[in-house]
């Protein structure tokens, strides 16, 4: 029997950006006290939702974050507006000083209607709070030589998700490439890839992000 008062699970978001940054040694929690302080609730103000960031157990000079969108369009407008405004213009030198490349960004959407990221009612600790995490985040990206196509979808839906889930990690969200041109070139995208990308979620880990990219047989 259904709960009259079960909330419908909201995901977020239709457009994701997952960037991953190549910065100078030494330079990420530089970059990531910065960004915590200015660069969080400055684009949530736009309308952007920051999904997450990460530091890369593999690499040490790699700051990987995730950004949401509502749609293509408002993406353009947001970036345009954050960009062009007066917290990036501010803050702009000290960051790009932290950073080698800034280009390695997927564009992707989520591959059915309810595989977006889902936050519930979890609120995101306030700037400054000193709270640790002890879950390891794996995001894995499988490289395809054209457009990822409804049958792998459903394999992964019925066949990988459950046993992910039977080994007791959770899976967070799996995503395509979203194939639409960037209307905000100022910030490139990869084009021309066409991948497969989850997220999963495994307790009482030591570190909070590694990466994985496989290209499937």
């Not at 046993?163 to 969200?173: C, E, H």
Request: neutral net charge; glycine residues 6%.
């Amino acid at each position: 029997m259904e709960n009259p008062d079960a909330q419908p699970t909201q995901t977020c978001c239709p457009i994701v950006e997952l960037r991953q940054y190549t910065l100078h040694p030494g330079q990420r929690d530089v970059l990531i006290d910065l960004f915590d302080r200015e660069f969080v609730e400055s684009q949530e103000a736009l309308g952007m939702k920051l999904i997450g960031q990460f530091r890369d157990l593999d690499n040490p000079n790699r700051f990987v974050w995730l950004r949401g969108f509502r749609d293509m369009s408002s993406r353009a407008q947001a970036l345009k507006d954050f960009y062009g405004g007066p917290v990036w213009k501010a803050h702009r030198e000290a960051a790009n000083a932290t950073m080698i490349d800034s280009d390695n960004v997927l564009l992707l959407h989520p591959a059915t209607a309810t595989s977006g990221f889902s936050f519930g009612n979890k609120e995101r600790p306030r700037a400054g709070a000193n709270e640790a995490r002890s879950e390891l985040i794996v995001a894995t990206i499988y490289y395809f030589d054209a457009p990822v196509d409804a049958g792998f979808v459903e394999f992964f839906e019925k066949t990988v998700k459950p046993a992910v889930i039977g080994s007791r990690a959770t899976v967070l969200a799996f995503l395509v490439t979203e194939h639409s041109e960037n209307p905000f070139p100022v910030l490139p995208v990869r084009e021309g890839e066409n991948v497969f990308a989850w997220f999963a979620r495994l307790p009482k880990a030591r570190g909070p992000l590694r990466v994985r990219r496989s290209r499937p047989v």
